[in-house]
């Protein structure tokens, strides 16, 4: 559990009372009682307040605020505030802004604008954190602590760029070492000094954000720049456990956000909480990949729902409503993937700046008649039914598929053979088959224990760290089934070729060779065709972005090129190793290939659907205790009819269901069952 002060699915979000005047806060009392809110999350972002200048603190707002909803019933999941450095520390120190990518120094403005390196920001933000730990240890509105918010972006500041250089000598030892991991033959680019490098950005390597001419350099600014953000993270994390050590540790993750590596973030938060901001047209699939990755990232552990809007947005380029019953829906969404929480952005929607336009469960009228409080008082009352039963609940997956940020990194960096390939649409392709034919997935890292999987799949493994492949192996030679994808097993760590053909560390597990890469125009396919029969695998299918020309060597052919100078090529292959086998794909396949060809994976290793149902149906399971907590969440206005439902008692109506259930357009089931 999070916190067993609170044992039930924690409601409520974003506050700021400091926006407001005194008089509106009885009201904001009422109303969050009406609506069953229970943890507000505050001072996100009183730097300004809270230290009013370099030598005062002024906690007296937030001790007010504390008090004020502890004696109403909410309690507090209470943020350090250091997402935004005062206007006065910018001016007194101008070294806490960032510099940015096209080399400008910034001025005072925004926020999460402050350079990571900066000793002054790192000195204040871990004074504040510790600070405001010693206030408020003994507090018994005291939930959890909320570090920051949302860490990310990049600075490229000389302090910045010294720190790099340490960070360099760490990781290589000696410049000699340094050269020969970033290639810098290469171009006329060895260093003879640490102080020749400079950080990479459009001053110097790299333009447009992804493009670089040295992967290796580029690479580890990002390792560093993760890294140095996570170091001002583990500051006040630091200074926080010194007085609080039994009170969990947070911040707020962004889901696919591309620039900092969550798994190793995840590894310094007693709790992994993000921030889920679908627009209407998100694949409900993408979002729900993405829960999935946020449970993995502790490794199962259920994670927080710290933000998601109540109804629209303010920074999407078309800010829909969302639908009646779309946020009940998605909220049950998050639950089914492993929250513990529903929490929104925010409780009163501001009257000023940027976010006026944000939904709010207390929308600019002030009063509680309007469509998004009645639907978020109607989802706090059963969220309160539901008391405890699915907290500390875990996913059941078979199936985990391999996601990797630095592999992102090194893909998105890597100058050619195709600009049409984005790593997580290759992820998201797997996961939207695995999720149509309604079979759970764990999305894991490189380093996670693989064992208990019957199938792992690894798409676009371009870089191979130490060790997995030797792992992947153990996994398959124990039976298990392995499947990796075209442009996978090329480089190491470093962005260096493993040499001796593609797929490098993999071939042997693979059993083939990869000669060629093709690159496909955009509107160019080639054909995937079945030799015989393969279960549901048969007949021809389409395929594009990039085609490997392998040969096999030990693996059975399973389908073939069905088009240009490499028809009748393998295209997909399985190789015997050990127990297991291990399947390539030698190209982006269409959907309905990956439904056929995980179909067909999933029925060998007698892994059924949970269940049968209309296009639009998605069903997902938590296991606690015992029980079995079947999701099915119907994503059309149409009511849906779902067969082959095991008997249980559905949570939200009390109903026993068996067999066929009928689930109203938009609409929920959680049928708790017995786990067999
Ligand atoms: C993020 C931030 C919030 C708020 C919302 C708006 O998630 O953490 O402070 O700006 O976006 O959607
Ligand atoms: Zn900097």
Redesign the pocket.
């Known amino acids: 559990m999070i916190n067993e002060k609170l044992p039930k699915i924690w409601y409520g979000g974003?506050y700021n009372p400091e926006q407001w005047e005194a008089d509106t806060w009885a009201e904001d009392d009422r109303l969050f009682k009406l609506a069953g809110i229970d943890v507000a999350t505050i001072n996100?972002?009183s730097w300004a307040l809270t230290q009013p200048s370099e030598e005062a603190y002024d906690f007296a707002l937030l001790d007010e605020t504390i008090d004020r909803l502890h004696a109403n019933g909410v309690s507090v999941c209470l943020a350090t505030g250091t997402g935004a450095h005062p206007a006065w520390m910018a001016k007194r120190h101008p070294e806490v802004t960032r510099v940015d990518y096209h080399g400008r120094k910034r001025k005072f403005g925004g926020r999460h604008n402050s350079c990571p390196n900066s000793p002054v920001y790192r000195h204040y933000a871990r004074l504040l954190a510790g600070k405001l730990a010693e206030r408020y240890k003994d507090h018994p509105g005291l939930l959890i602590w909320h570090v920051s918010?949302?860490y990310g972006g990049y600075c490229y500041c000389d302090n910045c760029a010294a720190a790099f250089r340490v960070w360099l000598e760490r990781r290589y030892g000696s410049l000699e070492e340094l050269n020969r991991a970033w290639n810098t033959r290469f171009w006329g680019h060895t260093f003879y000094d640490w102080d020749e490098i400079v950080p990479p950005n459009e001053l110097s390597e790299e333009w447009g954000g992804s493009n670089t001419n040295f992967q290796g350099i580029s690479l580890d600014y990002r390792r560093f720049q993760s890294a140095s953000l996570l170091d001002c993270y583990k500051l006040e994390y630091d200074a926080i456990k010194a007085h609080t050590p039994h009170v969990p540790v947070t911040t707020?993750l962004?889901g696919l956000y591309p620039q900092l590596d969550y798994f190793e973030w995840a590894k310094h938060l007693d709790v992994v909480s993000w921030?889920n901001?679908p627009s209407l047209t998100t694949p409900v699939s993408l979002t729900a990949m993405t829960h999935d990755l946020m449970r993995g990232l502790k490794q199962g552990q259920p994670f927080m729902l710290m933000?998601q809007?109540p109804s629209q947005?303010?920074?999407q380029a078309y800010n829909s409503l969302k639908r009646p019953g779309v946020m009940r829906l998605w909220s049950y969404q998050a639950v089914a993937r492993g929250a513990d929480t529903v929490l929104f952005?925010?409780l009163r929607r501001s009257i000023g700046a940027c976010?006026k336009y944000?939904g709010a469960v207390i929308e600019h009228v002030g009063h509680e008649h309007t469509r998004v409080f009645r639907e978020a008082a109607a989802l706090g009352t059963e969220l309160g039914a539901l008391s405890d039963r699915l907290l500390d609940a875990r996913s059941a997956a078979r199936v985990a598929i391999v996601f990797d940020w630095e592999n992102r990194w090194a893909i998105e960096l890597s100058s050619g053979p195709s600009v049409a390939l984005n790593y997580v649409d290759e992820v998201h392709k797997y996961y939207d088959a695995l999720f149509r034919l309604r079979i759970p997935v764990d999305m894991v890292g490189v380093e996670a224990d693989l064992s208990g999987y019957d199938i792992v799949i690894a798409p676009v493994l371009y870089m191979v760290k130490p060790g997995f492949a030797a792992k992947a192996e153990t996994f398959t030679a124990a039976g298990g089934t392995f499947v990796t994808t075209f442009f996978s097993g090329i480089v190491n760590e470093r962005d260096i070729v493993t040499l001796g053909g593609y797929p490098g560390e993999l071939r042997r597990l693979l059993g083939i060779w990869a000669e060629e890469i093709d690159a496909l125009m955009p509107e160019q396919r080639n054909r995937i065709v079945v030799k015989g029969e393969q279960g549901a695998l048969q007949g021809t299918y389409e395929c594009g972005i990039l085609c490997d020309l392998i040969h096999a060597e030990g693996a059975e052919v399973v389908a073939e090129y069905g088009d240009d100078f490499y028809q009748g090529m393998p295209a997909v292959t399985v190789n015997r190793f050990g127990r297991g086998e291990a399947w390539y794909v030698a190209t982006s396949p269409d959907a309905a290939f990956l439904r056929d060809f995980l179909g067909r994976l999933a029925a060998g290793k007698g892994l059924e659907p949970l269940v049968r149902a209309s296009e639009g149906v998605e069903a997902t399971v938590r296991v606690k205790e015992g029980k079995r907590y079947l999701f099915l969440l119907n994503h059309l206005p149409e009511a849906a009819t779902v067969e082959g439902v095991a008997e249980g008692v559905d949570l939200l109506t009390g109903e026993t269901v068996s067999g066929a259930l009928a689930v109203p357009g938009r609409g929920v089931a959680i049928v708790a069952q017995t786990n067999a």
């Open positions: 974003d996100v972002f918010n949302e707020n962004m921030d901001y933000e809007t947005q303010n920074w952005f925010q976010e944000h």
